[in-house]
T-cell receptor
Framework: ETGVTQSPTHLIKTRGQQVTLRCSSQ?????VSWYQQALGQGPQFIFQ???????GRGNFPPRFSGLQFPNYSSELNVNALELDDSALYLC????????????FGQGTRLTVV | QQQVKQSPQSLIVQKGGISIINCAYE??????FPWYQQFPGKGPALLIA?????SEKKEGRFTISFNKSAKQFSLHIMDSQPGDSATYFC??????????FGTGTRLKVLA
């Protein structure tokens, strides 16, 4: 088991609502990346946070936003939820070093109805 | 050019056999290639990773073979066990930015 923890583990929301997902990074890690994994697919990069600032973003609309806190934990916020947002959301923590390993949490399963 | 193509989509292997999963990429800027194992309901777990300055890396029963000129890399699981039954993802990245994942291979090892 990695030291990356995510909460909650499961969540059901209604279309149009907003959701906040949380991630505590592994001890000593200063970088957090968020991924969306649709059923049967590989994870897709949403964005990365380093030093409390967004450091790169994938092909996701602005209604996906995030925060990183001084203790390196992070939040993913999604506004105006759509049915297609139903997925497993994964947080990965790492050091901000080239070609370093990233360790994933267990994910939050979001279902939008 | 940002894609990583993974095959096969699914694989069935007898216990004790060798499981082989292949990945191909186009972006020559990729310089880090990890493999992840994922069990149902869990997050991906790092198995083994390779950089393009080596052609092979082995850790226990897991071996990555890397062919830089062909822009291909593969995972070999020796002496496959039923506990290895999971979905395997290859990935590629350029530095600290983001991982591009393959579409996954669902491996089933028969007892």
């Amino acid at each position: 088991e990695t030291g990356v923890t995510q909460s909650p583990t499961h969540l059901i929301k209604t279309r149009g609502q907003q959701v906040t997902l949380r991630c505590s990074s592994q001890s000593g890690h200063n970088t957090v990346s968020w991924y969306q994994q649709a059923l049967g697919q590989g994870p897709q990069f949403i964005f990365q946070y380093y030093r409390e600032e967004e450091n790169g973003r994938g092909n996701f609309p602005p209604r996906f936003s995030g925060l990183q806190f001084p203790n390196y934990s992070s939040e993913l916020n999604v506004n105006a939820l759509e049915l297609d947002d139903s997925a497993l959301y994964l947080c990965a923590s790492s050091l901000f070093i080239r070609n370093t390993e990233a360790f994933f949490g267990q994910g939050t399963r979001l279902t939008v109805v | 050019q940002q894609q990583v193509k993974q095959s096969p989509q699914s694989l069935i292997v007898q216990k004790g056999g060798i499981s082989i999963i292949n990945c191909a990429y186009e972006n020559t800027a990729f310089d880090y290639f990890p493999w992840y194992q994922q069990f149902p309901g869990k997050g991906p777990a790092l198995l083994i990773a390779i950089r393009p300055d080596v052609s092979e890396k082995k850790e226990g029963r897991f071996t990555i073979s890397f062919n830089k000129s062909a822009k291909q890399f593969s995972l070999h699981i020796m002496d496959s066990q039923p506990g290895d039954s999971a979905t395997y993802f290859c990935a590629a990245s350029t530095g600290t930015y983001k991982y591009i994942f393959g579409t996954g291979t669902r491996l089933k090892v028969l007892a």
